[in-house]
């Protein structure tokens, strides 16, 4: 079984810290229209999955008219997902095939998958050809009117309401690259290329490429952590799960026409840059330092993926739009030097926070859950891992006279399982940890490895909303136990657990059909509950949650398991002084409200909130330019009034990005959950001792 902790995919989620070995593939050949037709291979690929996801699969969902209607909005909705192409008259054809798509898997009869898809690709066609009309005509930028750019919950429309909504995309396109100092013939010129290649793009998927969409369609109707791998893909995920990780160290997915990071890996080159974050969007890339940028708003993921991979040592330049920018605000460069995901950098750290009445709070902050687990199968005695880490940071932090801990698992998005259940024994005397129950019914409860206790002090944890799966085992079993105080955000809420099947296994056809990563089994927690869809809910949630968690996480996933719960098991807790919780949530409430970091934190998200949540752009050419004046100049106010509160002089308005990302400000977050343990600890902390017992 393998517990895969970070979500993948295909063709929407593609892992780029892949192996160095390979290098780019050579650019893919157009595909005659004639040749997209269903063949024996994929019919066959079918009936396996389908036997395997009836059969296996946790959620136990019939194929029958009710997940044919999910199966075809999926499609449609993963070819056009800004109903952009499609119009309303498809929709109506489409129609037909609504309570048919079960019978296509069943029979298998994949032919109107194929038909879908070539209709998508002439609409691409026309779309292309109506943008490219539009690029020789005048634009006129003192018309007050609005591109709606977001259109993922737009109705379908009729044609000549798309050929509106493409003009308005031709002419946002032309101010974008207006706003940057770009010529008329510049302009036309990467507008034409780029609208070129998302007509070539479009040609180049070939049959296995429309199956695979069409497959994932059918699997992520059933629960969004199951996914079809082609041979291609599966090729690029054994690379990316490979031990020796390379590359710059970053998730991507393509959703839209544009590429955006879903997360950057600890360790990795994107990481120790500090430049490159989630949400940020990559619009064009280039090799070495000097090398041109290519556009690549509208290319397939898997081609932006070949020009960011390169060997170790050589530097990729990713032209990004920022998150807090939003889709108007100004581009810049991030130059990034391919290196190998070190472990080191995804080690454990501790620090050391004096507050305000001398009280000494230990941290140790946890990117990742990770074990070597090559050198532990070579023998070699002393190999890194989490547990061993943290233990040895415990013995420093006591040196160091600390009173209470902090373990701060923000953006921990998972790993090893075993470390998990190591790294909760370090805190507790013995006892289970996490419960498992499989596709059966049947369930498995984890337990504590090792009776022996090495920090029995006053604790917290410190989680946010990307704070996943063996993070969320963590932090549950030591809110069950009531060892510490969870302080933060509702975490990511993934409680499932995945395998890999080769459908090879299931066939003597010699043609590879590809691998299933499909949902085995979900975890519980020993008080009975999932940390699935919920998470784990902190004890003290942090005001940065009502922005930080909205649509995010598997609360956001489509077709999620809910939350559900089975027996607690037999636990007993101990003596955290969860009486006192309301008193410090008191406390933590009136401390903010005077903290004027604090407040301007919050101010800086509501920023970033509001300018994420914008659908819609102004094309009248001088309120475009005042709305990115005034977004700069907000961001820049905050950022100097940051600044000020730290003690430190104000930078001049003509400062550079460089000049203010110097600047590294208090973790405000931290220090906060630090003072909120300090409220906790009584003045002589002694051990924990056993107070009730849960059955």
Do not use: C
Not at 412 to 420: F, T
């Amino acid at each position: 079984m393998v517990n895969l902790d970070y979500m993948y995919k295909p063709f929407i989620t593609v892992l780029v810290f892949l192996a160095l070995t390979l290098s780019a593939r050579a650019e893919a050949p157009l595909v005659d229209v004639s040749e997209l037709v269903p063949t024996v291979d994929e019919g066959e690929t079918s009936e396996i999955m389908v036997y395997i996801l009836e059969n296996y699969h946790y959620r136990n969902k019939p194929l029958d008219d009710v997940l044919s209607s999910q199966i075809l909005d999926n499609y449609i909705e993963a070819l056009d997902p800004n109903h952009s192409f499609f119009t309303s008259a498809d929709m109506q054809q489409f129609e037909q095939y609504r309570l048919t798509m079960d019978d296509a898997l069943k029979t298998p009869d994949l032919d109107p998958v194929f038909v879908i898809f070539r209709l998508f690709r002439t609409r691409v066609e026309e779309r292309v050809a109506y943008a490219k009309s539009e690029l020789v005509k005048p634009f006129d930028f003192t018309v007050d009117e609005d591109f709606e750019f977001d259109r993922s919950k737009a109705p379908w429309l009729e044609q000549i309401q798309l050929d509106d909504v493409w003009r308005k995309r031709v002419k946002n396109d032309y101010l974008n690259l207006q706003l940057t100092k770009k010529t008329a013939d510049e302009i036309k010129d990467v507008l034409s290329k780029r609208y070129q290649r998302l007509q070539t793009s479009t040609f180049q998927y070939n049959t296995n490429d429309i199956y695979q969409i069409f497959a994932n369609a059918y699997t992520t109707s059933i629960e969004p952590h199951t996914s079809y791998f082609s041979p291609r893909t599966s090729e690029n995920f054994d690379i990316s799960m490979s031990l020796s990780l390379q590359g710059i160290g970053a998730v991507l997915r393509g959703e839209t026409d544009y590429t955006e990071v879903q997360s950057v890996v600890p360790g990795g080159p994107a990481d120790l840059s500090g430049k490159l974050h989630e949400s940020d969007k990559i619009i064009g890339v280039g090799q070495d330092a000097d090398g041109k940028i290519v556009d690549v708003i509208g290319w397939r993921l898997d081609d932006i993926v070949d020009l960011i991979r390169g060997p170790k040592g050589t530097v990729v330049r990713l032209e990004v739009m920022q998150k807090e920018s939003g889709t108007d605000g100004p581009s810049q460069l991030v130059t990034l030097t391919r290196d190998e995901i070190k472990l080191e950098e995804q080690a454990a750290k501790s620090e050391v926070i004096e507050l305000e009445n001398k009280q000494k709070i230990g941290v140790i902050t946890l990117p990742t859950f990770y074990s070597d687990f090559a050198a532990q199968a070579r023998g070699e005695a002393d190999y890194r891992s989490t547990t061993r880490d943290v233990r040895k940071l415990l013995e420093t932090l006591r040196k160091d006279n600390i009173e209470g801990i902090i373990i701060d698992l923000r953006e921990n998005g998972g790993g090893s399982l075993s470390e998990a259940l190591e790294l909760t024994g370090l805190f507790i005397e013995s006892g289970p940890i996490v419960q498992t129950r499989d596709s059966s019914g049947n369930i498995d409860i984890s337990r504590d490895p090792d009776p022996a206790i090495a920090y029995s002090g006053p604790m917290g944890v410190l989680v946010d909303r990307n704070s996943a799966s063996a993070s969320e085992i963590f932090a549950g079993a030591i809110q069950d136990y009531k060892r510490g105080i969870i302080i933060g955000e509702p975490t990511f809420g993934k409680g499932t657990v995945q395998n890999i099947v080769d459908l090879n296994k299931f066939t003597r056809n010699a043609t590879d059909h590809g691998r299933l990563k499909t949902t085995i089994a979900q975890f519980f927690r020993i008080s009975g509950g999932s940390n699935q869809h919920k998470g784990v809910i902190p004890d003290i949630i942090y005001p940065t949650a009502k922005l930080n968690t909205a649509e995010h996480g598997e609360r956001a996933l489509k077709n999620a398991l809910p939350w559900t719960e089975i027996k607690p098991a037999s636990f007993v807790a101990v003596n955290a002084p969860t009486d006192r919780y309301d008193a410090a949530r008191v406390k933590h409430e009136q401390r903010i409200k005077s903290d004027h970091l604090f407040k301007l934190l919050m101010d800086e998200l509501e920023l970033n909130f509001q300018v994420s949540e914008k659908k819609t752009i102004s094309l009248l050419e001088s309120k475009r330019k005042l709305e990115r004046e005034q977004l700069t100049e907000a961001t820049k106010r905050l950022q100097n009034e940051f600044r000020v509160a730290q003690n430190l002089p104000p930078l001049a308005d003509d400062a550079s990005d460089e000049e203010y990302e110097k600047t590294k400000p208090v973790d405000i977050l931290l220090k906060e959950s630090a003072r909120i343990l300090g409220d906790l600890i009584s003045p002589t902390p002694s051990l924990p001792v056993p107070i009730t017992a849960v059955r």
